[in-house]
């Protein structure tokens, strides 16, 4: 129909998501989308703005994620233990990772602009005053809770990191600041890449605001400054980890992001993601948008479980975990492979050798269980 | 995770019901082990919250801390801790019996204890929590400004020494139920999911009228099977906010104490499912025969424990911050030296396990269609004939045989013998013969004919591998010999001042 093609491709997509404010990107999004590249369900979800929680709960799935009160508190006090007194802390922390002479820096708290907290708002300042520091050499200021922007499968990302710091050594760094521990110098690791993982998110982003103002991306480190809670006290402890393989691999991962437009435009024409319309409309609109689901999903999206189950029902391998998921190649459902072992179904070619290793380890499971 | 586990996992997704991946159990589960099922406050790297313990399933203890900011309640909380484990591998410590080590002149009787104190956990971030207890605790100053009760470093040695050892497979003085369970069943569902102890029991022990998969997704639900720890659920962490301010804001004792009571009623609720799952876990591992090495593995737990009971006495400096780098490679040796040979007596006790080697082709299974018992062949000394006797196995059609001639293989129904493949046939139906050349193993004998049982009969069906659990471990110099190269033998770790004074907030 060309009345759709001719229309704005943005348009599509918060048509999709209905009346209700977008969700925005943000870092972790950015992440969990690249965790699973190949997930378009995902992808229009996140690039429509819709509340995936709300969605989820629609759908019969209660979101099981939530933040303790505890957690939050800790987190709090934690940032505000690192800003207090100008930044104090963190400029000892830079001053004993970078060893460099950092008496004094100023900070300029970009959580809002003259009393306007929008974000188009607080980026245009940011711009301003990154322009600003890496234009004159000597300029100390730290950058508080910045924004800055990306472009994710044909979307802007508004990002906010906790900081960016001056030029220490001819170098940018940007720093995170995260409230797990960090125990005899060793962190949770887990948690530690999810935080370099969004750590490389701002730093792409952060290059691209160098190329937009013609100013040299060299001058952004690789490296970022993650601080958190030293043992078991509250007392920050910063370390600089290095990004370069986060970042390459990131750059991969959006580069082959399918652009969500183009995935929204294959939806058929009374498709819906607005939370407010019925069950059965949204499950029907879902359902068109195809999902890539793995049991580790199930940590970080808050579509997981309904995910799961349609997995469960179409008995793909790959909801076993990847251990079956690698031993069944080429074989794209469980109940294939148990008629292969019961003899029911003959494989394919390309399914043959597969079948048989399960064939003869399913015979020997048979004799030895009988052995004992 | 191996194709037989694949299978397995795939016929547990259509029949609703766990599989079982062995036939024996594969770890030592005492009369009396220790459980211990503790909650953290969220968002701390280790602030204990609650914790039920005990060797009685009717009646664990509750250990609470009402306010867990407060530093003088986590020390009390250590110190309730401390009183019954402690008392726990006190309760070990009593009879020994003697063994033997070295060999030659090096030979030297010692002695261990019968017993050895074994803590369950839930899963493996249980494990994780008593490391992090055991390093919060351990190094404390018992004088001084930052004094604490003296339970208080013993308990953090014996917590770190138990999760030193957890690392170690053959090890069974820490284990993690989820883990446990899931090395002996497989499910229906993804690795990761079976890591929720609840969902994990659903499968292998459906309720009635359930099948596994079901109950599995029911038991994910936290407001009926709230988590396994230490985390807790964030919607539980609601109510326990409210209570802990108003606990705070009581305006007298008598109001602080009733809030008190309800903080213990709702921390207790949260952990006495988990409590009787774990239980349940160890009635039904209990129900499974033991495997032939398990009582080895278990004595070496023994000696390992009467060594560190002896030390503690003797010396007792806690365990470093950090490993230094000789002690770092005596364990990472030690630790690939248990894995193989733990993987090694894993497959010997059951031909369940022994059928992935089979699979892979490190093991066949054979009959014995010809035997030579007479047979000699030249020795080392020229002129000389050795005792040699073959046999020769005959595998079914569509056994694999991935082993070359010339390989050292053995069999785990006599381990004493050393055999080696002399030739490998494959015959026209697709099975293969192998001739296998016996060396060894015939009590003592050095000539015909063979002691009854020691060379295999006629139509004996006999599995053979290239897994040898009695392979000796790579030797490393005794720890006061570390040469100057190496930096010359390790300090023990000196517990500074900063140690005691480190805060806990």
């Not at chain 1, 890449?193 to 490389?200: D, F, M, S």
């Not at chain 2, 039904?284 to 009467?306: I, K, M, T």
Request: hydrophobic share 40%; charged share 25%; glycine share 6%.
């Amino acid at each position: 129909m060309p009345s759709q093609q001719s229309e704005p491709p943005d348009d599509r997509l918060a048509r999709l998501r209905g009346p209700q404010p977008p969700q925005p990107y943000t870092a972790r999004k950015i992440t969990a989308l690249t965790a699973n590249p190949a997930c378009a369900r995902r992808a229009v979800l996140d690039a429509a703005g819709v509340d995936k929680a709300l969605l989820a709960q629609q759908v019969g799935y209660e979101p099981r994620f939530g933040q303790s009160p505890f957690a939050l508190a800790r987190e709090q006090a934690f940032h505000g233990l690192v800003k207090w007194g100008g930044y104090a802390e963190l400029i000892r922390l830079l001053r004993e990772q970078l060893s460099v002479p950092v008496a004094e820096a100023h900070v300029t708290d970009l959580n809002e602009v003259g009393g306007n907290t929008a974000l188009h708002v607080r980026e245009r300042e940011t711009r301003r005053l990154i322009a600003h520091v890496a234009s004159g050499q000597d300029v100390r200021l730290i950058l508080d809770r910045p924004v800055l922007t990306l472009e994710v499968a044909g979307q802007t990302a508004y990002l906010e990191p906790d900081a960016i710091t001056h030029r220490i050594e001819g170098k940018f760094h940007v720093v995170l600041i995260r409230s797990f521990a960090a125990i005899d110098g060793q962190a949770n690791p887990t948690a530690v890449a999810e935080a370099a993982k969004q750590a490389a998110v701002y730093v792409l982003a952060l290059r691209r605001a160098f190329d937009t103002a013609g100013l040299p991306t060299e001058q952004i480190s690789h490296e970022f400054l993650l601080v958190c809670p030293k043992d078991f006290s509250n007392r920050p402890y910063g370390r600089l980890i290095d990004l370069r393989q986060e970042l390459d691999a990131l750059q991969f991962q959006l580069t082959r992001l399918r652009r969500a437009e183009d995935l929204a435009a294959q939806l058929p024409e009374t498709a819906t993601l607005d939370t407010t319309r019925s069950t059965d409309e949204l499950s029907a609109s879902i359902e068109a948008l195809d999902a890539s689901y793995t049991p580790s999903c199930l940590s970080f999206c808050e579509m997981a479980r309904y995910c799961r189950d349609e997995a469960d029902g179409c008995a793909s391998p790959a909801r076993l975990g990847n251990g079956v998921r690698n031993d069944l190649p080429g074989i794209d459902s469980t109940r294939t492979a148990l008629d292969y072992l019961d003899g029911v179904a003959a494989p394919g070619e390309a399914e043959t050798e597969a079948a048989d290793l399960l064939r003869a380890a399913a015979r020997l499971r048979r004799l030895r269980r009988g052995a004992a | 995770m191996s194709v037989l586990s694949t299978v397995a996992a795939l016929t547990a997704s259509r029949t609703g019901r766990a599989e079982p991946l062995t036939t024996v159990r594969h770890q030592h589960l005492d009369e009396k082990p220790f459980v211990l099922v503790p909650l953290t406050l969220a968002g701390e790297a280790c602030a204990p919250l609650a914790a039920l313990v005990g060797t009685d399933p009717e009646r664990p203890t509750l250990l609470t801390v009402r306010q867990p900011r407060n530093r003088a309640e986590r020390f009390r909380f250590a110190e309730r801790l401390a009183a019954l484990l402690l008392a726990y591998i006190d309760g070990c410590r009593t009879e020994t019996e003697p063994y033997t080590v070295g060999r030659g002149r090096e030979k030297e009787e010692r002695l261990r204890f019968q017993r050895a104190p074994q803590l369950l956990v839930p899963n493996g971030e249980g494990i994780a929590y008593v490391r992090l207890l055991g390093r919060l605790t351990r190094l404390r100053a018992t004088e001084g400004p930052y004094a604490v009760d003296s339970s208080v470093p013993t308990l953090g040695k014996w917590l770190t020494w138990f999760a030193e050892l957890a690392e170690f497979p053959n090890s069974g003085v820490l284990l993690a139920m989820t883990r446990l369970l899931a090395a002996h069943w497989a499910t229906g569902q993804s690795p990761s999911e079976d890591s929720h102890l609840a969902s994990l029991l659903a499968w292998i022990d459906p309720p009635e009228g359930s099948d596994g998969a079901r109950a599995a997704r029911e038991a994910e639900d936290p407001a009926v099977w709230p988590p396994a720890g230490p985390s807790t659920d964030p919607v539980f962490d609601r109510t326990l906010h409210e209570l802990m301010t108003r606990y705070d804001d009581a305006s007298d004792d008598r109001g602080r104490e009733a809030v008190g009571r309800q903080i213990d009623r709702e921390l207790s609720g949260q952990m006495l499912p988990t409590w009787r799952l774990m239980w349940r876990g160890v009635e039904l591992l209990r129900d499974l025969p033991e495997g032939a090495h398990v009582p080895d593995r278990w004595a070496l737990d023994r000696r390992w424990f009467s060594e560190y009971a002896e030390y503690l006495d003797a010396d007792g400096r806690p365990q470093a911050r950090r490993d230094q780098a000789v002690r770092a490679a005596r364990r990472l040796a030690r630790l690939e030296d248990a894995v193989t040979r733990y993987e090694a007596e894993r497959a010997y006790d059951d031909p369940l396990v022994m059928a992935e080697y089979e699979l892979t082709g490190e093991a066949f299974t054979g009959t014995v269609t010809a035997r030579d018992e007479d047979r000699f062949v030249p020795g080392d000394r020229p002129g000389s004939q050795v005792w040699r006797p073959t046999i020769t196995l005959r595998t079914s059609t569509d056994t694999r045989v991935g082993l070359a001639v010339g390989t050292e293989v053995k069999s785990p129904a006599r381990p004493g013998q050393a055999a080696r493949i002399l030739e490998v046939r494959q015959e026209d139906d697709g099975g293969h013969t192998v001739v296998l050349q016996l060396k060894g193993g015939f009590a003592n004998k050095r000539k015909p004919p063979a002691p009854a049982g020691t060379l295999a009969e006629t139509g004996e069906e006999l599995t053979y591998t290239t897994l040898n659990p009695t392979a000796m471990p790579s030797a490393l110099p005794d720890e006061e010999n570390t040469p100057w190269t190496h930096g010359g033998p390790p300090q023990p770790y000196e517990p500074t001042d900063e140690d005691a004074e480190e805060t806990w907030e």
